[in-house]
Nanobody
Framework: QVQLVESGGGLVQAGGSLRLSCAASGGTFSTYAMGWFRQAPGKEREFVAAISWSGRNTYYADSVKGRFAISRDNAKNTVYLQMNSLKPEDTAVYSC????????????????WGQGTQVTVSS
């Protein structure tokens, strides 16, 4: 059983930055990929970023490419999402998740999810 706990959300002005953290427990963190997703009110959950177990391979949604960076520290069982140049349209609940298998952008292939952390970007 894997437990995921996000932190680092908050209110920020447009153009600002936030760093989200996701602490994992249970399982062997260094052996599995991780992903970040977000869901805005009235919208479907969407993929944001994903990272392979080693950290060597990363994937981003086009909407965040060049502004967000996913990373991981396997010694700390933590995955991060550095968010820069934030826009009001980035406002959402951000959740980290663990896929059943290899790294993927498809939310249906993730089997463990955190509770989410709210990110609000004011204009």
């Amino acid at each position: 059983q894997v437990q995921l706990v996000e932190s680092g959300g908050g209110l920020v002005q447009a153009g600002g930055s936030l760093r989200l953290s996701c602490a994992a427990s249970g399982g062997t963190f260094s052996t599995y990929a991780m992903g970040w997703f977000r869901q805005a009110p009235g919208k479907e959950r969407e993929f944001v970023a994903a990272i392979s177990w080693s950290g060597r391979n990363t994937y981003y949604a086009d909407s965040v490419k060049g502004r967000f960076a996913i990373s991981r520290d396997n010694a700390k069982n933590t995955v991060y999402l550095q968010m820069n140049s934030l826009k009001p349209e980035d406002t959402a609940v951000y959740s980290c998740a663990k896929p059943r298998g290899v790294v993927t952008i498809t939310p249906e292939l993730y089997d463990y999810w955190g509770q989410g952390t709210q990110v609000t970007v004011s204009s």
